[in-house]
Structures are given as structure tokens and as C-alpha cells.
């Protein structure tokens, strides 16, 4: 019998340029989570380093210890961990933006490389041109959950894409989450709106989690994690500041929705179609 309540841990962590101590902060953000009833705990993306070129190639050297660090807690917590994004040597100094899912035993059971790359100039700034320290992934999967059918994860930029998110609707997912670094301009714009609207699209739960906010970085995040119900309200928002906070969603309310709105029976397959191309 699936389960029907998850208790989802959200560690949105103030981010320092000591990437060691970023690792350790971390790690102990999900020792508090699993101690407040979480069953699986969100971190954000690049969670040990700011979003600035030399702090993510400086973050590869600790990427390994990191990998260790969660397998561990999700063992000695025996939950699932969603490890936010780490940057992942290709064997060449480019590293993926990958985030990985560890389960109760502490096996990697997911991983998903950040697909599109943010080569912006926003409004409001900071210019990023990720391209330059990160490989672009070419994979969209999903992975299985004790609380009714499956689960994705996808990396910040990714999120804007639509037909991401209608590919892993048609998967099946319930779940969606997003280890993302909206900077201040970015996520006052259209953070909490790109949550929202792609939990009305897959009507079903996205957990979205930001580092906090800290002005003293360069590119300055906006914070303001967010988990988004199936119609699209918001059931946390972590606001500004670092915390770590324990969200119980009822995943029933996805079949309810899906029963009274059914959203994606009513896709015309005859006019129109989204489906993953192929992978390399």
C-alpha cells in the first residue's frame, strides 16, 4: 500500500565563499531536517558553493566528499535525499551541474545533469554565461517513489522550458523537484510564478529550493524556496532568509485534481505532440 503523506525537508542555506564549510552546513541542515519528520530532504543547487565561476570550479574538488557525505545521512536517517546539484567532472575540467537522489540505504538510485544552460543578460543583472564552466546534460528521467508513482528533477534554468515539464507529465510524475539559484532580479520576476505554473501543467507537486539570500556574494540569491500544490497554490514559501523547515504534503490531492480537472486526457495527441527526441 503506497503511502499517502510525505514529510519533504527544505534546507535553503545562507552560502558563504568557504566551500568546506558550505559541505559541513549543509550536511548538518539534514541532520535538522530528518530530526523535525522529514522523509525527504531538498537541497539547493550548487549547494556547497555560490553561483560564481571560480567558487563552482573551486566546489569540484569537494564534489566527491560530498557524494559520500549525503550517502551517508540518507542512510543514517534512512530517508531519501534529494543532494541539490554538485559540479561533476567530466574528466576534462568542465564539469555537469548534476543533482543527485540518494535513498534510505544511502544508494544513488538518480541523477540529472542541468539540460539548458543560462547564458543570460537579465534585467536587473548579474550577466552568467554557465556555458563556459558547465557541460550541458542530455538526459530526462524519472525514478519511483513510495508515495504513488514517480518522480523527477530538474536543475533551475530547466524550469522555464515547458516541454520539459509536459515529457515528464507524460512520464507519469507526481513529484517535481527543482534545486535552483534564481538571482534577486530573476526570482523577484518569476520565481514563484514558474513554480506555480508548472505544478498546475504536470498538476502535481513542485518542491523548488533557492539558497538564501546573502548580500555580501556576487551573484546574490533570492532565496524564497517554494513547494506549489497540483492547482497551483503555494504551500511554503522559506522566504529570504536560511532556514530549514519540514513540509507534510497529502499526495492524494494530485489524484483529486487529476480526477476533477483531467488536464491531460483532454491533450489533442491528433493536432499536436511533445516527446524527447533521442538521447546521444
Same mark, same amino acid.
Given at each position: 500500500m503506497r503511502k499517502r503523506y510525505l514529510s519533504i525537508g527544505i534546507c535553503q542555506i545562507k552560502q558563504g565563499y568557504d566551500i568546506e564549510k558550505n559541505l559541513m552546513k549543509g550536511l548538518a541542515?539534514?541532520?535538522?531536517a530528518a530530526l523535525k519528520g522529514a522523509e525527504m530532504v531538498v537541497? =539547493?543547487?550548487?549547494?556547497? $558553493? /555560490? &553561483?560564481e565561476p571560480p567558487s563552482i570550479q573551486g566546489a569540484i574538488y569537494f564534489t566527491e566528499m560530498a557524494i559520500q557525505g549525503l550517502k551517508e545521512k540518507a542512510a543514517r536517517h534512512g530517508i531519501y535525499i534529494v543532494g541539490g546539484s554538485l559540479p &561533476?567532472?567530466?574528466g576534462d575540467g568542465m564539469p555537469f551541474n548534476r543533482a543527485m537522489v540518494f535513498d534510505p540505504k544511502g544508494a544513488l538510485i538518480y541523477s540529472h545533469d542541468k539540460i539548458h544552460l543560462f547564458d543570460c543578460s537579465p534585467p536587473g543583472g548579474p550577466r552568467v554565461k554557465e556555458s563556459e564552466i558547465i557541460r550541458p546534460g542530455y538526459r530526462l528521467d524519472t525514478f519511483s517513489i513510495p508515495w504513488g508513482s514517480r $518522480? $523527477? *528533477?530538474? *536543475?533551475c534554468y530547466d524550469i522555464r522550458f515547458t516541454p520539459i515539464t509536459?515529457?515528464?507529465a507524460k512520464k507519469g510524475i507526481k513529484l517535481l523537484f527543482v534545486p535552483a539559484a534564481f538571482s534577486l532580479s530573476t526570482?523577484?520576476?518569476?520565481?514563484e510564478m514558474l513554480v506555480r505554473l508548472r505544478a498546475v501543467e504536470i498538476q502535481g507537486i513542485v518542491v523548488g529550493v533557492q539558497p538564501a539570500f546573502n =548580500?555580501? !556574494?556576487? &551573484? *546574490? /540569491? &533570492? %532565496?524564497?524556496?517554494?513547494? $506549489?500544490? =497540483?492547482?497551483?497554490? *503555494? !504551500?511554503?514559501? %522559506?522566504?529570504?532568509h536560511e532556514v530549514v523547515d519540514v513540509v507534510r504534503v497529502d499526495m492524494r490531492d494530485v489524484d483529486k485534481i487529476r480526477k476533477m480537472f483531467p488536464l491531460l486526457a483532454h491533450i489533442r495527441h491528433d493536432l499536436y505532440i511533445t516527446n524527447w527526441r533521442r538521447d546521444p
Open positions: 541542515m539534514i541532520d535538522e537541497l =539547493p543547487e550548487m549547494f556547497i $558553493a /555560490p &553561483y &561533476y567532472d567530466a $518522480a $523527477a *528533477v530538474i *536543475v509536459q515529457i515528464l526570482g523577484k520576476a518569476h520565481w =548580500p555580501e !556574494l556576487r &551573484y *546574490v /540569491p &533570492y %532565496g524564497h524556496s517554494i513547494v $506549489a500544490s =497540483p492547482w497551483g497554490d *503555494v !504551500l511554503f514559501d %522559506g522566504g529570504a
